[in-house]
């Protein structure tokens, strides 16, 4: 028998193993949109970061283009994350009852993903804004929908917009 049970192991060590990436369909029962959140501020950071280099007249071109290049690049990866935290949040914890408690949750995780896509085509301020906008409403959707109150305040970084936080009281 244990020899079996050895050449069942050498047989699973020698299966060609590939690597997956989730988070985390176990399911881990952990969520936060903070995530997507801090992402969408730092899409408004960046598109005011090339802006800034734009008007920079002190600085060498190859300066500017480098800094531009930089933070289209950063804009861009940071507009998926938004659309990668919230389809975890939105397929994996809204569910059931907590759909029924939320019915506009499809619409509006939808229409984040269609202004993050606006967002890495464009340098736009106001379409990053509108973003996080949309993201602080999912953000207070779960955390209502986990009977924890919100409240609005300036993200204390640039860009200094209104975030939504979780009120966690002990």
């Not at 659309?83 to 994996?92: Q, S, V």
């Not at 009852?97 to 890495?120: C, G, R, V, Y």
Request: hydrophobic letters at 40%.
């Amino acid at each position: 028998m244990q020899k079996k049970n050895r050449d069942r192991t050498k047989s699973f060590l020698k299966m060609s193993i590939v690597d997956a990436h989730a988070h985390c369909d176990i399911p881990c029962k952990i969520y936060d949109p903070s995530t997507a959140q801090i992402a969408a501020l730092t899409v408004i950071r960046m598109i005011d970061i090339i802006e800034e280099a734009i008007a920079d007249e002190g600085s060498s071109e190859v300066k500017t283009i480098n800094t531009i290049n930089r933070a289209i690049a950063k804009k861009e990866q940071e507009a998926e994350r938004v659309k990668h935290e919230t389809r975890i949040i939105w397929g994996d914890y809204f569910k059931g009852a907590l759909i029924d408690d939320a019915p506009d949750i499809h619409t509006l995780a939808h229409n984040i993903m269609l202004t993050a896509s606006a967002a890495k085509q464009a340098v736009d301020r106001p379409t990053a804004e509108k973003l996080l906008q949309q993201v602080n409403q999912f953000a207070e959707l779960f955390w209502k929908s986990k009977g924890i109150n919100v409240k609005t305040a300036t993200c204390p970084y640039p860009p200094s917009e209104p975030t939504v936080y979780p009120v966690i009281e002990n």
